[in-house]
């Protein structure tokens, strides 16, 4: 398997666009996380899936966060507008219950 | 708030020597595990132990479980350059086993 997979991995945008970021997890893995890492707050989970289905959004910061998993095999956290401090490195994670499995992050940066 | 916290923040040894993380955390828990972060990569599971095993070994790790302490230490031997690397403990909410809750970090540099 190829992991889980993560794009962008890299953006660089301006505030008030939209920033979308995408996972696709292990093939049969039925969790999926989106945590968020800054330097000041660590790793922070901002909502998890269980067979699509949104458990605990409890740590998306604001509304203007929203993720989505139409199936098992995607998953995108939406950032609209973005602002500069959401900048950070977002990442994805699935699991089947137990060890996480994390994607190599997708590093956004707002100006 | 974070439910593990781990003690060194940092730590710098000799290639060689055994470096020892630790890890506190706050309510009662069912496992913890411990994950490695290289700088710019996404983390990699390292090793799970449960509330009822006090130790447990894999390779040159160690990590030893008191659960009347609510603590955990990471212990990995004859370390390498290669295990320069943030490393940090995870603890599942309560009610929550899947959902965890992650420490800021220590960060290992071993030096050549």
């Known amino acids: 398997d190829a992991g889980v997979i993560q794009s962008p991995r890299h953006e660089v945008t301006e505030m008030g666009q939209e920033v979308t970021l995408r996972c696709k997890p292990i093939?049969?893995?039925?969790?999926l996380f989106w945590y968020r890492q800054t330097m000041m707050r660590g790793l922070e989970l901002l909502i998890y899936?269980?067979?699509?289905?949104?458990?605990?959004d409890s740590g998306m910061p604001e509304d203007r966060f929203s993720a989505k998993m139409p199936n098992a095999s995607f998953s995108n956290l939406k950032i609209q507008p973005s602002e500069p401090r959401d900048s950070a490195v977002y990442f994805c994670?699935?699991?089947?219950?137990?060890?996480?499995?994390f994607g190599e992050g997708s590093r956004l940066t707002v100006l | 708030s974070q439910q593990g916290e781990e003690d060194p923040q940092a730590l710098s040894i000799q290639e060689g020597e055994n470096a020892t993380m630790n890890c506190s955390y706050k309510?009662?828990?069912?496992?913890l595990q411990w994950y490695r972060q290289n700088s710019g990569r996404g983390l990699v599971h390292l090793i799970l132990?449960?509330?009822?095993?006090r130790e447990k070994h894999s390779g040159r790790l160690r990590v030893t479980l008191d659960t009347s302490k609510k603590s955990s230490s990471l212990l990995i031997t004859a370390s390498r350059a290669a295990d320069t690397a943030s490393y940090f403990c995870a603890t599942p909410s309560t009610g929550a086993n899947s959902k965890l809750t992650f420490g800021k970090g220590i960060t290992l540099s071993v030096r050549p």
């Open positions: 132990i449960r509330s009822n095993e």
């Open positions: 093939s049969g893995h039925d969790y």
């Open positions: 309510t009662s828990i069912n496992n």
């Open positions: 994670a699935s699991s089947y219950g137990g060890e996480l499995f």
């Open positions: 899936f269980n067979n699509n289905v949104p458990i605990d």
